[in-house]
């Protein structure tokens, strides 16, 4: 399976020296990385190194779909997804996980957005290769990585990743919310089109694409962000990049080169800890290898899940069954050098199946969150987005109107209460 992990941190700076005519990157890269001091991050083993790649993006897939709007046979996809850093090359990432047969990639390219729509930025389209070669054969349930392509990306840059998919023959890997709308250009390949004018449809899913990388050595790593519906932006603004994920990235940006993180959103809408859930994707602890440990140079986790735990069906009632899939996350983070922050969980008076033994198991699993110590740092969500007047409901400001998502407001909220020196 092509992956451009085997590429050492010398060749890639080689590579991307060359294509962007910077004869002196290579010598001045050891320079680049000694930034100014920063805290120490936890020791890592050497197969999580990220070799100068740092995650800039990420869509944790969640299902398969059988008749996707757009991703069909002879047709070409153009999704649009927002870079949380940025960096001198990108490398995409995509998946094949939900398909029962092969998934044939004809021809890939990545380019800079224009304003809006699917047109790309000129001269900034570039051909996406794996191993070399243009077409990419993707295994059932498989992921591929693909090679870099240098193309200068910054922090904030809406990417235009293209696929022409010749033939579609099984469930297509989807994202379901992407408060994101991305085209589709059907009738052949038109991945190589700087205008958008072929793109006359429109979706708002993400099809086989899971992950941006960046190569950019003065970053410290990546921030994987593990949640559900609430960390996926259920009820903020489309198109805007309002999620709470996105505008604690924006955040991180005004930090030192040495203390900046990449932040990629591994929350799936309806996603629980315990239970696997249809178009919820599997349950956590189940995709926590794929989602988080399989990402570039994780440094940090934020684990914001298990209010879905308490307020589905069948509910979920006893906190020490969701704190001891707590302590299991933590361990497994632990183990590979990464940095946990527990995330208390937002008020719900209100929500439709709302009652007092619900509440009751919230309060019980934000104590423990609290007081436990099993994290490295905790970030009070609770208490930044409840009411003062009724705590344990959401502020007026900061809903949404269904009592359990944030709006906008209330994302900024979230990402606010971060303190940014424990990440």
């Not at 379901?176 to 085209?183: E, G, K, R």
């Not at 259920?234 to 930090?255: C, E, F, K, V």
């Not at 509910?315 to 996350?329: M, N, R």
């Amino acid at each position: 399976m092509p992956n451009t992990r085997r590429r050492g941190p010398a060749g890639v700076r080689a590579l991307v020296a060359t294509a962007l005519g910077l004869a002196s990157a290579v010598a001045v890269a050891p320079a680049a990385v000694a930034a100014p001091a920063a805290p120490a991050a936890p020791p890592r083993p050497a197969a999580h190194a990220g070799q100068g790649w740092v995650g800039a993006w990420e869509a944790s897939p969640a299902v398969g779909l059988s008749s996707p709007i757009g991703a069909e046979s002879g047709s070409s996809i153009r999704e649009v997804v927002h870079l949380s850093a940025g960096g001198a090359a990108v490398r995409i990432r995509l998946s094949n996980r939900f398909g029962t047969a092969p998934l044939t990639l004809g021809h890939v390219t990545v380019a800079v957005r224009a304003a809006d729509g699917a047109r790309a930025v000129s001269g900034t389209l570039r051909e996406v290769t794996f191993h070399g070669a243009r077409s990419a054969t993707v295994p059932a349930g498989a992921d591929v990585t693909a090679d870099p392509a240098v193309l200068p990306v910054r922090p904030g840059t809406d990417l235009l990743v293209t696929a022409y998919l010749p033939v579609v023959s099984g469930p297509v890997t989807t994202h379901p919310l992407a408060q994101q709308t991305s085209y589709y250009a059907p009738g052949g390949d038109h991945a190589g089109d700087v205008s958008g004018d072929a793109y006359t449809g429109t979706f708002g899913k993400w099809y086989y694409l899971t992950g941006v990388d960046v190569f950019d050595p003065p970053m410290r790593g990546s921030l994987v962000t593990l949640g559900d519906s609430i960390t996926d932006g259920a009820d903020s603004t489309a198109g805007a990049n309002h999620r709470w994920p996105d505008y604690l990235a924006r955040r991180i940006q005004t930090l030192p080169f040495s203390r900046r993180l990449g932040v990629l959103n591994a929350g799936i809408s309806g996603n629980r800890l315990l239970l696997d859930g249809g178009s919820y994707g599997v349950n956590a602890l189940a995709r926590f290898d794929e989602d988080v440990l399989s990402r570039a140079d994780v440094r940090t986790l934020i684990v914001l899940e298990g209010i879905n735990d308490i307020q589905q069906s069948p509910h979920q009632t006893d906190p020490a069954k969701i704190t001891a899939a707590y302590e299991t996350i933590a361990a497994r983070a632990h183990a590979h050098g990464i940095t946990v922050i527990g995330a208390t969980l937002t008020p719900f008076k209100g929500w439709s199946v709302y009652d007092d033994t619900l509440e009751a198991t919230r309060e019980a699993v934000n104590t423990y969150i609290r007081s436990s110590r099993i994290f490295d740092a905790v970030i009070d969500f609770d208490a930044a987005t409840r009411d003062p007047a009724d705590p344990l409901a959401l502020r007026p400001a900061y809903d949404s109107g269904d009592h359990l998502h944030p709006n906008d407001a209330g994302y900024q909220a979230m990402a606010e209460a971060i303190d940014l020196t424990r990440l």
